[in-house]
């Protein structure tokens, strides 16, 4: 696989590249409108034809979302971790077979994981400017299993699904598979082996870092110029300079989430870390200085913006706006990441 320059890394939100038909579901009944965006890796889109603007395996996938208010996105389950970040508008996510084991309203700073094998949907409920963040645990995230009304309810819009969750699309022309290759409904038997979760557990699962606390002196870079900050454990395992805090959810997902909050002027000092990571801005605006190789980047990110950065890369990000910024950090793997100061 080629090998990426870090100005490759840096996806800004304008690289996005929506695909109005990534899934399956999209032509039913309300469901239409839905951008989805496939950031790094392929997540578990099932349209040949949606863009992806990082390739290389991460460990984890990011991806997007978007929806008009008043549609919705069908009841599914995945193989792996689904995490969301709300960047804009309000969502409401519902959960259970039939989508009536709970609901739960999140806005902009909220991050839910939603467990393996729980079926799962959402709507905005707030403003059409809306957007999410999405990640994928494992590089093969396997694929979605839709409630069997999706598979059913498709084939009348000529869509169909293959086994390995690849998108048939007769109306262009496309060549229908035989039957005993198309992804199968789901019987009774094989309904109840999915999860059903509380709305006391699912909220358990929801973290928003504008109104949490947060830690102090985590880091060993605190004490120096430019390195004040408050750390956010969300999900795993981060860095070795984390371990003293717990994160919210301990689950492995095959990635960790954390989050720093710094005021101007701060952030990380340079330091190495033996893991790929990603950065995903939430708030304010950051300089990023990456050093890997012989390759050298200093670039400005803004909210919504991704940067994926080598293990061992040399990195240093600081907030150049005039308040506070919220800056998330997504960990490769399930043990905690060493953190070398440089
Ligand atoms: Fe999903």
Known sequence: MQTLTLAQRVVKKDDYVPCAEAFVDTRLPNRDGKLNYCIIGPGVAE??????????????NVGGVSLPTGKYNSLHAHETAEVFLICRGDWRFFWGHDGSDGEVVLSPGDVITVPVGCFRAFESVGSDDNFMISFLGEDDSGNVIWENAVIEGAAEFRFYLTKDS????????????????????????????????????????????????????????????????????????????????????????????????????????????????????????????????????VRELGPEDTVSIPANAIRQIKNTGDSDGILHIVTAGNTAAQLTWI
């Not at 349209?47 to 984890?60: A, C, D, L, T, Y």
């Open 47 to 60: 349209n040949s034809k949606q863009h992806i603007n990082i390739v290389e395996p991460h460990g984890f």
């Open 166 to 297: 690849k998108l048939i699309d007769t109306n262009a022309g496309q060549e229908l598979p035989p039957k005993d290759e198309l992804m199968q409904t789901l019987s009774e038997d094989q309904l109840l082996q999915f999860h059903r979760v509380s709305p006391l557990e699912m909220a358990a699962r929801v973290y928003n870092v504008s109104k949490m606390t947060g830690h102090n002196n985590v880091f060993g870079d605190e004490s120096i110029d430019g390195g004040e900050k408050t750390f956010h454990a969300i999900i795993g395992e981060n860095f070795t300079d984390t371990k003293q805090v717990k994160s919210h959810v301990l689950n492995p997902h095959s990635f960790a989430l954390g989050a720093i909050v710094a005021p101007p002027n701060n952030g990380f000092n340079a330091h190495q870390v033996d893991a790929v990571q990603v950065y995903v801005v939430e708030s304010g605006n950051w300089l990023i200085t990456l050093e890997h190789n012989d390759d050298r980047l």
